[in-house]
């Protein structure tokens, strides 16, 4: 069973463009939620993260949506770049254990020049 | 400083074959987690570390993988027997304290299992 379900599985954007890209957990004792990026042969980088009791959070051009009723959770970038091209992680892990994170698939995404 | 230091970053075994990773953590982060990346997948826990004790490892999948951290710094994952299936990336990370939010991912030792 997979717990955390992202979409879409690849984005393409024009540049200056906003990407949406959207995770649904299932676990309610998920209390974690962060986005990490990833460029081609690099590790995971976390970009930004949320808890549940914000509705929302933003960090420069990038803003995480939580909507705890519906258990779903978006990033948006905004003024999307050529260097935001990269595959882009959602994630979930419980209280006391953040280290045991639940990655979601992944969504490619390109952003033309 | 130097980030998290994961060797080799490729390596080509025979199916049966013994492997050993290493991961460097960052200088003063005293937990240490072991990912699986497979292609075109999201990371996968593995194991996590607290000082030198395994803090979690319901992520191994089977007895044929095991790590150690003997020191409380340098982490070794050891597959034995490997096998075809176990082909991915393996990515370490460390963060300055458990469960505390940010991990530092190394950029993977990638396995490849003929």
């Known amino acids: 069973q997979q717990q955390v379900k992202q979409s879409p599985q690849s984005l393409i954007v024009q540049k200056g463009g906003i990407s949406i890209i959207n995770c649904a957990y299932e676990n309610t004792a998920f209390d974690y939620f962060p986005w990490y990026q990833q460029f081609p042969g690099k590790g995971p980088a976390l970009l930004i993260a949320i808890r549940p009791d914000v509705s929302e959070k933003k960090e420069g051009r990038f803003t995480i949506s939580f909507n705890k009723s519906a258990k779903q959770f978006s990033l948006h970038i905004m003024d999307s770049q050529p260097g935001d091209s990269a595959t882009y992680f959602c994630?979930?892990?419980?209280?006391?254990?953040?280290?045991?994170?639940?990655f979601g698939k992944g969504t490619k995404l390109s952003v033309k020049p | 400083g130097a980030g998290v230091s994961q060797t080799p970053s490729n390596k080509v075994t025979e199916k049966g074959k013994y492997v050993e990773l290493r991961c460097d953590p960052i200088s003063g982060h005293t937990a240490l987690y072991w990912y699986r990346q497979s292609l075109g997948q999201g990371p996968e826990f593995l194991i996590y570390?607290?000082?030198?004790?395994?803090?979690?490892d319901s992520g191994l999948p089977n007895d044929r993988f095991f790590a150690v951290r003997p020191e409380g710094s340098v982490s070794t994952l050891k597959i034995q027997r490997t096998e075809r299936g176990d082909s991915a990336v393996y990515l370490c990370?460390?963060?300055?304290?458990?469960?505390?939010?940010?991990?530092?991912f190394g950029e993977g030792s990638r396995l490849t299992v003929l």
């Open positions: 990370a460390s963060s300055f304290r458990a469960n505390t939010g940010e991990l530092f």
């Open positions: 570390f607290q000082g030198t004790g395994a803090a979690d």
């Open positions: 994630a979930a892990s419980m209280e006391g254990s953040q280290g045991n994170l639940i």
